[in-house]
């Protein structure tokens, strides 16, 4: 089965600086990589996803990165805000399986004010 | 109202009793899953159904039941609890044909 490695499991930035969270994947077969972030005493929630079409999305801030060859993808958050500060989870899935999610072990991110 | 819920949000227990954790949802959502997550091993799948007549093992369903009582709700069963089955659990939804789940707040579960 699919397995999803994240790195780092904690990150320590300061506000304004970028921070990066990068995650490898096992199956060539997956094509859908989703990004959660979760807020202390809340459930996970999505921010940003990339299929394996393309090779980045940006959405403000945030911006993912794929490199199927290379079987990884990246989250890169630009002029970090001490709102940024939670637990981030990559994922990976095929879409035609039924997108039963792989997740990775999280990384819990920290914005210094 | 929160779309997904859970019921308790906190519970302690001892080991060897029987602890049931309700999900319910107001999305419309036919797909309900169930998490765990334990610290820095991200959220592990334990079972997940696609509608109320099809239930599914995940990769960690041992030790665990599950029911889909309706399409909003979907309870997950420990028949008797031991202590390492102490976690943060969370129930999910998606829509058919949808990438995204939608999470619930999470229960936190303490077996002694």
């Known amino acids: 089965g699919e397995n999803v490695e994240q790195h780092p499991s904690t990150l320590s930035v300061q506000e304004g600086d970028s921070a990066v969270i990068k995650c490898t994947y096992s199956?060539?077969?997956?094509?859908?990589f989703p990004w959660y972030k979760q807020e202390l005493g809340k459930g996970p929630q999505l921010i940003i996803d990339i299929r394996s079409n393309v090779g980045e999305k940006k959405d403000q801030r945030i911006a993912v990165t794929l490199n199927k060859t290379a079987k990884h993808f990246s989250l890169h958050i630009t002029e970090t805000q001490p709102e940024d500060s939670a637990v981030y989870f990559c994922?990976?899935?095929?879409?035609?399986?039924?997108?039963?999610?792989?997740f990775g072990g999280g990384t819990r991110l920290m914005v210094k004010p | 109202d929160a779309d997904v819920t859970q019921t308790p949000r906190n519970r302690i227990t001892k080991t060897g009793k029987r602890i049931m954790l309700e999900c319910s949802q107001t999305?419309?959502?036919?797909?309900m899953y169930w998490y765990r997550q334990d610290p820095g091993l991200g959220l592990q799948l334990i079972y997940y159904s696609f509608d109320v007549k099809d239930i599914n093992k995940g990769e960690i369903s041992d030790g665990y039941s599950v029911s889909r009582q309706a399409q909003a709700k979907f309870s997950l069963s420990l028949e008797s609890a031991i202590p390492n089955q102490t976690a943060l659990y969370f129930c999910?939804?998606?829509?058919?044909?949808?990438?995204?789940?939608?999470f619930g707040p999470g229960t936190r579960l303490t077996v002694l």
């Open positions: 199956d060539s077969a997956s094509n859908y």
């Open positions: 994922a990976a899935s095929i879409i035609i399986a039924g997108n039963m999610l792989t």
């Open positions: 999305k419309g959502h036919d797909r």
């Open positions: 999910a939804t998606s829509g058919t044909g949808y990438n995204e789940q939608f």
